[in-house]
């Protein structure tokens, strides 16, 4: 009987600290997406406030010469557009999707022209006066690619291959 009960306490402790560990875990997870879901949430309300957006559908970081932070919506008078936010200096481009190739076709144009095995991020910014889709891909041995998209007009500016 004695026996038992000593099981049932080693039992406990043994869960409990499982329990401590996880949460642990979780915890430290959790406060390093922080900085960029803190970053997100103040480009979303920034978006929302300067083009008077009803819902977000899309979020992306665009770390080349200059940061820019977009976010993809529909405004209240159901126009999809992109806003496009310089971190630095928080100026703010509204982009109607119509004056350009959306994202899901610049990942298309990749898909055609390079059977990428996989994508790794497509994201909008500015290049010089341009703004345009970086995309990131693995072809298919593997090799680190980049290509880079007009978003006016949708030709390839720029390729890096083979990294």
């Given at each position: 009987?004695?026996?038992?009960?000593?099981?049932?306490?080693?039992?406990?402790?043994?869960?409990?600290?499982?329990?401590?560990?996880?949460?642990?875990?979780?915890?430290?997870?959790a406060?390093?997406?922080?900085?960029?879901?803190?970053?997100?949430?103040?480009?979303?309300?920034?978006?929302?406030?300067?083009?008077?957006?009803?819902?977000?559908?899309?979020?992306?970081?665009?770390?080349?010469?200059?940061?820019?932070?977009?976010?993809?919506?529909?405004?209240?008078?159901?126009?999809?557009?992109?806003?496009?936010?310089?971190?630095?200096?928080?100026?703010?481009?509204?982009?109607?999707?119509?004056?350009?190739i959306?994202?899901?076709?610049?990942?298309?144009?990749?898909?055609?022209?390079?059977?990428?095995?996989?994508?790794?991020n497509?994201?909008?910014?500015?290049?010089?006066?341009?703004?345009?889709?970086?995309?990131?891909?693995?072809?298919?041995s593997?090799?680190?690619n980049y290509?880079?998209?007009?978003?006016?007009?949708?030709?390839?500016?720029?390729?890096i291959?083979?990294?």
């Amino acid at each position: 009987m004695r026996h038992h009960r000593r099981f049932d306490w080693v039992k406990f402790l043994f869960i409990g600290g499982l329990i401590v560990l996880i949460i642990a875990a979780i915890g430290i997870y959790a406060k390093s997406l922080s900085p960029y879901q803190q970053l997100r949430d103040q480009a979303e309300k920034i978006a929302t406030n300067r083009a008077d957006l009803k819902t977000v559908n899309g979020f992306w970081w665009y770390n080349r010469d200059k940061s820019y932070l977009t976010v993809a919506g529909q405004t209240k008078k159901n126009q999809s557009v992109y806003v496009a936010i310089q971190k630095k200096t928080g100026k703010v481009t509204i982009l109607n999707q119509k004056s350009g190739i959306t994202r899901q076709k610049a990942i298309q144009q990749v898909t055609q022209t390079s059977a990428p095995k996989k994508i790794l991020n497509a994201s909008l910014g500015k290049r010089g006066s341009e703004f345009v889709w970086d995309i990131g891909y693995l072809s298919k041995s593997g090799k680190l690619n980049y290509v880079t998209y007009s978003f006016r007009s949708g030709e390839q500016l720029n390729a890096i291959k083979n990294l």
